[in-house]
């Protein structure tokens, strides 16, 4: 495990009461106590990751985020306790492949900035090293945590593969893409490119995570890649995009068509309102009003928590009641609010007939 930073409290065993405890504790030199008083242990680097974020164990099949392959995994678990109730673990159930497909699989992105909300082309470099033996894989998996809008070619060491066919993720942040073939031992070494458009909504920046798989072998837990040089033509060795500063929640509202007329003739019966919600990790409440030039409340077309991501809801030209408005000028609004900033954005909406 860790290095062994060892305390002796009491020679020969026995139990100690918290008081004794603390007391032999704070007796102690300061170089004979552990570094870390969180894990009362020193990380030992060298052969183990630093800790991960914390998981959410909300559904099951979470992934392991920590680097891989590994031999040996630990857990810390902080429970939170009221005087009447405790906390328990029942179980922690562990699925891993043995042997992984591949010896090792660095990876690495570019370009590595762009502007927040900007459409921009991504190339995906995965360098594999293959062992006698590995099971090796056929197919990638890259999670866009903003959502993606193409996935554009695919080059197996240097070679334009137009062969290749792909399919978005079921929670469509992402998208798997097949190779031409298995990759074999004699493809170590060998650079993959998998080129892709996609916006990106944070302006911290978003890590693209990349897992390779088998498709004959469906039941097994797909390879994490991992940051490294997989490719000296640029100098990137990250997996994460940074963006420029926003100011607002809701980048680029627009409207089409405008005007639009709900006659039901089938050609611009209804006015479509898209945009994208920036900056946020978690749900956040989203509302959306049609108003008439008064400021009166004609219909609420949107209302509920929505997570980062590219939005479009339709309007009809009808208020709540289910009748047609009258022709005229009528104002959009999208409310996004954090717990301490409120993003407001408005449009004009014609309806002719």
């Known amino acids: 495990a860790e290095q062994q930073d060892s305390v002796e409290f009491l020679g020969g065993g026995g139990n100690l009461t918290l008081t004794e405890y603390k007391q032999e504790y704070f007796n102690l030199s300061d170089f004979l106590k552990p570094v870390d008083i ?11 990751s630093l800790w991960s974020s914390t998981y959410l164990f909300d559904n099951p099949g979470v992934n392991v985020t920590s680097p891989g392959p590994r031999k040996f995994i630990q857990i810390s678990a902080d429970f939170a306790s009221t005087i009447d109730d405790g906390g328990k673990i029942d179980y922690i159930e562990f699925k891993a492949s043995v042997p992984p497909a591949v010896r090792r699989l660095l990876g690495e992105i570019f370009p590595i900035e762009t502007e927040i909300g900007q459409p921009t082309q991504f190339t995906y ?13 056929d197919g990638i998996e890259i ?41 074999e031992q004699t493809d170590t ?105 008064g400021g009166r409340l004609v219909k609420q077309i949107h209302n509920d928590n929505d997570p980062i991501g590219e939005y479009s809801h339709t309007w009809d030209g009808r208020e709540d009641s289910g009748k047609l408005v009258p022709p005229g000028l009528y104002l959009y609004r999208i409310v996004a609010e954090m717990q301490s900033e409120q993003s407001i954005n408005s449009g004009i909406i014609s309806v002719v007939y």
Do not use: C, M
């Open 125 to 137: 470099y995965i360098r594999p090293t293959i062992r006698s033996g590995d099971t090796s894989f």
């Open 189 to 293: 070494g060998a650079l993959i490119e998998v080129v892709f458009s996609a916006s990106v909504l944070r302006e911290v920046g978003s890590v693209f995570d990349g897992r390779v798989f088998d498709t004959s072998r469906p039941g097994e837990v797909r390879q994490q890649v991992l940051i490294g040089n997989a490719t000296d033509n640029i100098s990137s060795e990250r997996l994460s995009v940074t963006t420029s500063l926003s100011t607002s929640l809701v980048l680029s509202p627009s409207v089409f068509p405008n005007p639009f007329t709900p006659n039901g003739d089938g050609i611009n019966d209804a006015a479509i309102i898209s945009y994208k919600l920036l900056r946020i990790t978690t749900p956040v409440p989203v509302n959306i009003k049609i108003l008439d030039i």
């Open 143 to 183: 999670s866009t945590p903003s959502g993606f809008i193409s996935v554009d070619s695919l080059r197996l060491d240097g070679v334009d593969h137009a062969d290749f066919t792909w399919k978005r993720l079921e929670d469509d942040r992402g998208f798997e893409i097949l190779l031409p073939r298995k990759l």
């Open 38 to 48: 969180k894990n009362r242990t020193t990380p030992d680097i060298e052969n183990w």
